[in-house]
């Protein structure tokens, strides 16, 4: 569309976190078309700059879209029964080896169809939405066949249809080893590299893949087996490492030019140093922390200290973490794992958008994505600060004004 005809609209006086940082004064704010067109300080902003635009706000506090770089939000059936097991002394890896965890999952996700999977799956997005997420990444992993790994895959692209999101997809398929592989698993691992992974790249389904590098999981050397495929066919790479032991996954995923290395409670320097190098993120998801009642922080300090940028993400999962309020991970990033509300922030947007590949996202600046939040608090920490819905005054997405009351 000709740039005269594109709608522009401008905030005034609002206080902008820009995906790194708090901009020191109010901010007027202009976005054209699906662009933020322009940025300048109240008291520099001159009205003939946005002739024409119309006001959509004043006051308030502006962020970048929110940044859900790790959920599992497709899935069927739930699994209270095991959150009152693990109330009562039982561990996530006992229930995990006694066929229950993430396969009772599987066998309620295999049941479902498309439809259903979409229908029960809105609701868990409509959730992230009314919460600031402008971009979300879904896994797969809860079908563990090809067919029920891209069926899943398909209702993931698909629900970015339905809704005003951007959602970017992972091939979850080494998740865990499906009952029928028992005692077979380098077979299940190549089902995964010679089948899942170039039929999900052939049909255009996946963005990247992920690995669950545990002893519930996969060992790091069928790991690499995922990932040389994967690179192969040139998906980004993710990891879940060292959420419950230290395998060394994260230095793997680091080896193989990993976007990011995510839980990371058990990561030692020697794994932060890699992921320094190879410029991966550490996705902390502090829902997972929280549920699982884990006591081991990851080594906040050692990621500061080597520069490794921390996203915060839900993790958004039947399992360890089923909430769909990434406000609360700010929180929670803050109370449980010793984030500043800075960082938690940046961990929601700039660094989050990292983690998925895409760095124009997750920032307020001229010339990136005008997917923006404006919320009702006087300053951005107050994000992290108190748990509350409903902050949310308007949710931008590519220039479009989403969600208002
Ligand atoms: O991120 N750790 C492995 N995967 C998920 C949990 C999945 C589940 O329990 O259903 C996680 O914590
Ligand atoms: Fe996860």
Redesign the pocket.
């Given at each position: 569309m000709p740039l005269s005809d594109c709608p522009r609209r401008l905030w005034r006086e609002v206080t902008v976190f820009d995906g790194l940082q708090q901009l020191p004064e109010p901010m007027a704010v202009l976005v054209e078309g699906e662009q933020v067109a322009g940025l300048w300080p109240e008291r520099d902003f001159d009205p003939a700059l946005a002739a024409g635009a119309e006001e959509a706000g004043r006051g308030g506090v502006m962020t970048p879209g929110l940044v859900d770089c790790?959920t599992?939000l497709v899935?069927a059936g739930d699994?209270a029964g095991e959150f009152e097991q693990r109330l009562e002394g039982v561990s996530?890896e006992e229930i995990?080896r006694a066929g229950g965890?993430?396969l009772s999952?599987v066998r309620a996700t295999r049941a479902a169809d498309e439809d259903e999977l979409v229908a029960t799956s809105l609701p868990r997005l409509d959730a992230l939405l009314a919460d600031g997420v402008t971009t979300v990444e879904i896994k797969s992993?809860?079908g563990l066949t090809l067919a029920d790994e891209l069926k899943m895959l398909r209702v993931a692209r698909r629900l970015g249809e339905l809704r005003p999101v951007r959602v970017t997809t992972t091939l979850?398929g080494a998740?865990?080893l499906p009952p029928e592989y028992a005692g077979r698993a380098d077979d299940y691992v190549a089902l995964v590299c010679e089948q899942m992974i170039p039929a999900a790249v052939e049909a255009g389904l996946a963005d990247a893949v992920d690995v669950?590098c545990?002893g519930i999981?996969f060992s790091p050397a069928q790991c690499e087996r995922v990932y040389q495929a994967a690179s192969t066919h040139g998906l980004a790479i993710k990891a879940?490492a060292e959420?419950?032991s230290n395998l060394g996954g994260s230095a793997l995923a680091a080896k193989y030019g990993a976007l990011s290395a995510?839980?990371v409670e058990y990561l030692d320097e020697a794994g932060v140093q890699a992921m320094a190098e190879a410029g991966t993120v550490a996705v902390l998801?502090p829902g997972?922390f929280h549920v699982?009642r884990e006591t081991l922080v990851p080594p906040i300090e050692l990621l500061r200290r080597y520069g490794v940028p921390m996203a915060v993400a839900s993790?958004a999962?039947?399992?360890?973490?089923p909430i769909c309020m990434p406000s609360l991970m700010a929180n929670l990033a803050c109370t449980l794992l010793r984030l500043t509300p800075r960082e938690a922030l940046a961990g929601m947007t700039a660094h989050a958008a990292r983690a998925l590949g895409l760095p124009e996202l997750g920032r307020i600046a001229v010339g990136a994505p005008a997917d923006l939040c404006l919320w009702d608090i006087r300053q951005p920490a107050e994000l992290a600060y108190a748990v509350q819905a409903g902050r949310l005054r308007q949710r931008i997405f590519k220039g479009a004004i989403t969600h208002a009351r």
């Open positions: 790790h599992h899935y699994r996530y995990a965890g993430i999952t992993g809860y979850l998740h865990a669950f545990e999981g879940h959420q419950l995510d839980h998801l997972a699982l993790d999962n039947p399992g360890t973490s």
